[in-house]
């Protein structure tokens, strides 16, 4: 044990870097995403797990070692030809790593005026993680009697938690010093989510699907793709309630707001209106148009979208995803408003019924 504490510090360091790597965060938010994680990573079926305060420091480093796929064995892992105890009885390496990390975590609250209480961090966590387990259900409801249901589930919360936290989750390798008995091949849990995903079915085209983030992703790269002349500005453009998705130009020089939508949301209607007056006020012009991207044609919201001084065009999205990922986009027309003048080919009459 005196051997394997000498290495304390070490390792910490070891561990941190990695996760910066591994899930492409700041030191910052990096505690705050792992404690979220790690409810969603150990959920049993679609059940959080229960975690009691004397657990925590046990279930967070077994966690936190796995996910960074460090070689266990027998309750242990060799660094630097030293055994290291997974345990977290006080005064043990891992159990002090765990300690260090709380204590960063509330000095920087305490920096920014917050309670500086971990119990509570972990808390908010489980809350936050509980909300988007309901919502990640909601939207998956169609799959419910289908084996792939949980890994459905299970993967808008890790869209989600990515999303949120700008993580962008690359595979684990292999660490300097450790010693690893194979070759290191573990696959992340989204890859595991991807790979139940595409093993139900080798290709799918349910828009329903998509992740919010994922469609922004490939809009940003395929504006011509909706509209030829389309350029960008900027994505997650801030204004004081809210955030608009894509604000990009025409090739009139029209300001276009663009929003994306992976499920039906009436909030689109508050947002057309809402996100075109203020670009008109910052951008001090009345040329401003409004896109909505829609996964299918709601005919309850299409027309009241339709309806007023804004320019609008309404598009429907048709993806194509194998193996997990989403490979290429279709778009379709299906709604503009009276007061756009283009050149694009007209809209069937039975889209506009």
Known sequence: ????????????????????RLYGLDRKTLLPYLFRRSFIVRMEGLKIPRVEPEELPAFFMEFWLEDLAVPMQNGRFIYKDVPVPVTTVAGDPLKNI????LHRLGMEKILSGRDPDPLKEWKEARKEVEDWLREAKRKSQKYRNKRVYPFIVKKRLLDTLNGRYGAEVDLPKNLQHFRYREINLKLTAEEICEREIVAFNEKVEDAELVAEAELE?????????IEPGLTMIQNQYLLPKGRIDILAKDREGFVVVIE?????????LWQKWYYTEEIKKRF???????????????????HPLLEGRTPTTLYTFHPEIRRGKLKRVAFKRIGESPSIATDLPPIPKRVLD
């Open 98 to 101: 765990y300690d260090n990390l």
């Open 1 to 20: 044990m005196l051997e394997a504490a000498m290495y304390e510090s070490e390792l910490e360091e070891v561990f941190v870097a990695e996760s910066e």
């Open 260 to 268: 994306l939508k992976v499920e039906k949301d009436t909030d689109l």
């Open 217 to 225: 992703r490939y809009v940003m790269g395929h504006l011509e793709d």
């Open 284 to 302: 001090r012009t009345d040329q401003v148009r409004f896109i909505a991207i829609l996964p299918r044609n709601y005919p309850e919201l299409i």
